[in-house]
């Protein structure tokens, strides 16, 4: 059993809580979340309940699953719970620019739990206008968050907010938080398999070509039915893995049988056997670390996507190894920037000015000079130009 897995059994004989008006045991709950999950992840108009259901089991009042850039300076809430309209609006008109947290916590690796106060110090995290204005108003005491997918300049997030009732986060929450963070990663990429307004095959190819992933459709017997660029090209190095008179198969033999026993279990909508998706080791090289993650489309709302495209399982593959970090997130580590460092930096490239720059950040003059003085210490300049020309100058590494 998995240390995840073990977690999840721990846990599930510990105690038991009450779910809507129902009670259950923890594991039950945390085996119809993650179908929840799934499920949304097929129809979008399920993500209410998952993300209801996901604050009750990890601890929250309410939760969003959004995205932000760095680049472009946007964001969009994808879908929230129990959100205050009022306050979403005003985030997006006028406070996100704001938000202490950002571009720092675009640099967190996917998957791993962060609260507000692991990117900024208290200290400096509650003299901000964001948290003044912004937090405090809505009784925010704290929040679990987790970037779902990372890209160059951006990220997809999931925040559960916690209010008064629920204190600040402890390890509990962090340790809940931690068994569904995975399947909120895999539906987020399987859900852009299916565009659930035209169900053309020349919308699922554009979908599926824009996705990081290698994605395989797969239907009777491991037979393909589609895959889009990333997957055709590991089809054809067949390292990892090869078609065989049509279907898919693994290279590495206990790899091909984990992948053979997980789709004859999805074709016999067998849920005991992985239908909340699995994750196949590829190869044991340092080198090639690849995982192919199978969900079935044979249970719940998934059935209905997967009849559609005459699929019963779709199979993601990526590597674990982080791509290389854009200019600002490579400076970062290179200089051990904090994240209030790294927000002053951030801003040197949209205004100039320690007074414009405390208003687009939200900050006093005070802090926003404390961040200059220190970045100029750590990257042995003298004035803002020459942090301009540090960033705009900053070729990103090649990747080995």
């Not at 996917?110 to 003044?132: C, M, N, Q, S, W």
């Not at 962090?174 to 307004?197: N, T």
């Not at 199978?294 to 249970?299: A, D, E, I, R």
């Not at 990526?318 to 904090?338: C, D, H, M, Q, V």
Request: charged share 20%; net charge negative.
């Amino acid at each position: 059993m998995t240390q995840t897995g073990a977690n999840a059994e721990n846990i599930a004989n510990a105690c038991s809580i009450r779910f809507g008006l129902a009670v259950t045991s923890e594991a039950s709950m945390l085996s119809a979340l993650i179908g929840d999950i799934y499920d949304a992840a097929l129809d979008p108009t399920l993500w209410l309940r998952a993300l209801e259901r996901s604050c009750a089991f990890v601890g929250g009042s309410s939760a969003v699953l959004y995205w932000h850039d760095v680049a472009s300076e946007s964001s969009a809430a994808l879908h929230l719970f129990n959100d205050d309209p009022h306050y979403t609006r005003l985030y997006f008109e006028k406070y996100m620019p704001m938000n202490p947290v950002f571009p720092a916590a675009t640099f967190v690796e996917p998957g791993l739990i962060y609260t507000p106060a692991d990117i900024v110090p208290e200290a400096e995290l509650f003299e901000t206008r964001f948290h003044k204005e912004w937090v405090e108003p809505q009784g925010i005491a704290d929040v679990v968050c987790v970037n779902l997918e990372k890209g160059t300049t951006s990220s997809s997030v999931l925040n559960i907010r916690r209010d008064n009732t629920h204190g600040i986060v402890d390890a509990a929450a962090r340790q809940r938080a931690a068994l569904i963070v995975p399947h909120f990663q895999r539906a987020v990429a399987i859900g852009r398999l299916f565009d659930q307004r035209n169900t053309a095959q020349a919308v699922l190819t554009e979908t599926l070509d824009n996705i990081e992933a290698a994605i395989f459709l797969l239907g009777q017997n491991g037979r393909i039915v589609h895959v889009n660029e990333q997957a055709r090209a590991m089809l054809d190095d067949g390292a990892l893995l090869r078609e065989r008179r049509g279907a898919l198969a693994a290279v590495a033999p206990e790899a091909h049988r984990m992948l053979r026993d997980l789709l004859v279990a999805a074709e016999s909508a067998d849920l005991a056997a992985g239908s909340h998706g699995a994750a196949i080791p590829l190869s044991d090289s340092p080198a090639r670390r690849w995982f192919a993650h199978v969900l079935p489309l044979t249970s719940g709302d998934r059935q209905r996507a997967g009849a559609v495209h005459s699929a019963v399982a779709a199979v993601f593959v990526r590597r674990t190894s982080p791509a290389s970090p854009p200019p600002l997130e490579a400076l970062a580590k290179i200089y051990s920037l904090t994240a209030g460092e790294i927000r002053v930096l951030d801003g040197l490239m949209k205004v100039s000015g320690v007074q414009a720059l405390a208003d687009l950040l939200g900050s006093s003059q005070a802090t926003v000079k404390t961040h200059l003085h220190n970045l100029f210490r750590k990257t042995g300049t003298a004035r803002q130009s020459d942090l301009i020309k540090l960033t705009a100058g900053f070729e990103r590494p090649t990747e080995s």
